[in-house]
């Protein structure tokens, strides 16, 4: 399978690329506006998981592209960007979606007001709409990877042992996602339902960031449902 | 110490009631607006209790009032009754309520479409908001056990190994509420900030429903932050 990580110089991008680059034989196609930057990040991420596993990092698939075309030669396109980047990286990268492609949204939108972080959707009413309302109708849009943070997943030495939610409308879609997560050791994907259920999944990552701060001996929370 | 818990024959107030009438000396004063209904309840859950315990239940604090006189007699008073009865009980009680008392909030507002559930909290913003709206100005509002299935609270031989998030604007409120919540065994309480950070903590009540309904080997779902 290759997947294109969109905006993948930034720390869900790294995280997603090395756990995917150690866990499986996926090909990983780091997305960037910059190709220089997405090659640069790709070559020390292939360098991360070989400092891991021992290998060689030339032997890795995990290579730098443009945003377009890392998304146009993908089948699975994951949306590593801040949520107001969203609208503009699907339109660049539209033209190479197709119906067997699947684009996945794993941003939440927040703002930080006295209290802490809270949530703060786009005006569609959360991220993921944002994300369906971009991409054209035949390509199926899933959420999946808000809440995990992103340090320890780029972290190879800590084991995860953490859930994390995948949510969608076209049910063969959110299966490929489940799956494609449950490939990265000690993760584990749970169905949350349809994309209505986008806010209530997307919340947890400002929740997250505020029990991480208000109590002094949690850091770079997941969380695990049982 | 003496807990109020108001709408105290409902789910929540049955799983609270148990588990503080096995695991502490508390005073457990379970209110209803029929006070026949909360004594009879109060008889039920000493029985539940003393099942497990092999105690003798007529030796255990667990009585029942109307709500009025639950509230006016405890230094904990425990709203856990539904979201739109909120109001009228705060409305109800609030001359029995002081400074040195703690209100606590664990309802969520939700409601159900055909994604499953969803967070729908009062125009105030939240359920917490609505209640520190109608308490006396003096008396704190500290949220806390939202997250917890009452299935799950109540049926004392299951372990439970979650965690309870509890936020509130005055420190020692709140810090009096995790000692509490702390005292049921298998229950870890984390500070989630202010009241402001209500919402977040809101929509997890919906979202555990929601993974519980689409996930086969999960039911009455809590939640670990780790």
Redesign the interface.
Known sequence: MRIALLGGTGDVGEGLAVRWGRDTDHELLVGSRDPERAREAATAYAETVAADTGGDPDDLAIKGFTNEMAADRAEIVVLAVPPYHVADTVETVADGLDADDVVVTPAAGMQR????F??HPPGTGSVAALVREETPDAVPVVGAFHNLAAGRLAALDAPL??DT?VFGDADDAVSRIVRLAEEIDGLRA????????A???E??T???I??A???DD?HD??????
Do not use: H, M
């Open positions: 007001d006295e209290d802490g809270s949530y042992g953490i939610l749970l169905r949350a339902g349809g994309l209505g259920n806010p209530e999944v919340s947890l400002p929740l997250l505020n029990v701060r208000e109590n949690l929370l997941g969380v695990r449902f049982d």
